[in-house]
Structures are given as structure tokens and as C-alpha cells.
């Protein structure tokens, strides 16, 4: 029997591979998102349901949850992006730019998971998996991106032990540079994509679907005892022990 997944941004990159894989295997799959035009789309290609939907957003998520069934086996939190726009190490900044800046970092990375999840969590009943979408830069941005997404992993570790009696799994899968995506709004310089292949063990970029049998995997029968884990799908860029 299918189960029911929500894939939280999933209508393109990795969010799409995502929900792909578990309607490929027979999986009932809902993505949301916030342009029509790509959740229609996508729906139609991957044969999915689509509902549009803001995840920083309480109103909409309260909206989105009177389309849903009433039990969800598998949240995928895919929803995220990169709104840093000011260096680092700025000797220059304006401080409410600068506040503006992190408070959408967070908005973005951050807030749609911890909504999206205290709205859902009623429906995900025993057995069922929470899986958060992290970053890479978590382990050394100094950015509004970088320290939401490390917060991200964070709150999965901890919610994991708040629902663990219920049997309910709670991960975070870290892909680092992953092509196939709208991550960066412009193509990568040669030059700084090639250093961040040759960063990698096996000497490629990750793909989304890389990411996806990951996730995959975390959701199936074969990982319910794989709990508050932050899994890197990174080529071995970082290596944990």
C-alpha cells in the first residue's frame, strides 16, 4: 500500500527528484510551492498533486492543511534558497540591511520546516519520517544561509527525540554542490565550479537525485532505526566519523 508524502518545495531541483522518486515507487505525493506555473507543470510530469502554498507563511499553511488527508506518512522539507546578498565580512553595512538580510535567511531556510511541522505533526501517525533538505554551509558560512541551515539540523536532532515514542523518524540529508538546480541565480564561473568538483572524493557534482534516493532511503522500512542524523550526500567534501 502507497503512502501519503508531502514534499515541501517540490515543484523544481531537488524538491522535484525528491517527490519523482516516491511516485515512481507508488507513493501518493503532494508538492507545494509558491509559483503555479511550476507546480503545474511539474504535477503533470511526475504524476503528482500540486497545492500552492508560502511555507513561511501561518495562513497558508493553515490552508494547505484542508487539502491534505488526514494522515501523512512522509514531510519532506525542501523548501529553502540563498537571500544573502551582503559579504560576510563587510566593514561597511548597514545594520537594519544587515538584520533585514538574516531575518530573510531565516524566513527561508528555517521557519517553513518548524511550521510546516507543528501544523502537520497531528497526521503523521507511527512510522513515519520527518526529513529536512540542510546545506554544506552549514560547516563554515558565515551567512544568514549557512547558520539557518545549521539551525535546521539542530531542530531535526532535537524534534527527533521529542517524537521518537511515536516511532516517528526525524533526519536531515546535506547535499553540498549539487548541478540541476535554481540554487544560483546566474551559471557558476568554470572556474569556481571546477574547484568545488575537485573538492569531491569521486570527482563530480552531486545531483538532485542523488539527494532524493537518500531521502528515500531515510523514509523506507530499511532506516526506522536511523533517527537525528544529518546524512552529507557531498562526495566525502566533509567527512564524518
Known sequence: MGRNVLVAGGS??????????FATNGDSVWITGRNPE???????????????????NPADIEALKLELPREIDV???????????IPPASEA?????LAAEWHRG??????????????LLPRIGLGGSIIAIGSEATES???????????????TAGLSRLVGPRAITVNTVTPNYTEGTDFYSTPLPD????????????GRPGTPEDVAGAVYFLAS???????????HVSGGIYITR
Open 12 to 21: 523544481s531541483g531537488i524538491g522535484r527528484a525528491i517527490a519523482s522518486r
Open 75 to 85: 514531510l519532506v522539507h525542501a523548501v529553502g534558497a540563498n537571500t544573502d546578498r
Open 106 to 119: 531565516l524566513d527561508a531556510n528555517l521557519l517553513p520546516a518548524v511550521l510546516t511541522t507543528a501544523a
Open 93 to 97: 553595512v548597514d545594520l537594519r540591511e
Open 38 to 56: 511550476k507546480l503545474d507543470h511539474t504535477s503533470a510530469a511526475i504524476g503528482a498533486d500540486s497545492l500552492r502554498c508560502d511555507h513561511s
Open 191 to 202: 572556474q569556481m565550479r571546477s574547484a568545488l568538483v575537485a573538492s569531491t572524493h569521486d
Open 221 to 231: 522500512s530499511s532506516a526506522r532505526h536511523i533517527t537525528a542524523q544529518n546524512l
Open 141 to 155: 558560512a558565515a551567512t544568514s544561509y549557512g547558520a539557518a541551515k545549521a539551525a535546521l539540523a539542530a531542530w
